[in-house]
């Protein structure tokens, strides 16, 4: 499996922006989706976006519009850019991806936090 690591969470006003990163350890190039989840106690882990190798995009109704995400392979590089922040984003955001067969090929990571203060 690939290592995740995310990275770029913290704390921001409502309004503000974040980019969040998401290194893998190994090439991200063969992986067909790749996408980014969150979740907050006591609730089920949500998909937020994702991206596929031909880079076409889709997004939670709650992200559109807001987020942004995207895929540097050469980078071995995920990335969501949050635009517009509100206090209902605050979670922790993972990233994984899954092959054609939909079985997920990384390893959950320990997630970076966001923090959307009103």
């Known amino acids: 499996q690939v290592q995740l690591v995310e990275s770029g969470g913290g704390l921001v006003q409502s309004g503000g922006s974040l980019r969040l990163s998401c290194a893998a350890s190994?090439?991200?190039?063969?992986?067909?989706?790749m996408g980014w989840y969150r979740q907050t106690p006591g609730k089920p882990r949500e998909s937020v976006a994702h991206?596929?190798?031909?880079?076409?995009?889709a997004y939670a109704d709650s992200a559109k519009g807001r987020f942004t995400i995207s895929r540097d392979d050469a980078k071995n590089t995920l990335y969501l850019q949050m635009n517009s922040l509100k206090p209902d984003d605050t979670a922790v955001y993972y990233c994984?991806?899954?092959?054609?067969?939909?079985?997920?090929?990384?390893?959950w990571g320990q997630g970076t936090q966001v923090t959307v203060s009103s």
């Open positions: 994984n991806g899954k092959n054609r067969l939909g079985i997920w090929v990384g390893s």
């Open positions: 190994g090439s991200i190039f063969s992986i067909d989706v």
């Open positions: 991206i596929t190798r031909g880079g076409t995009t």
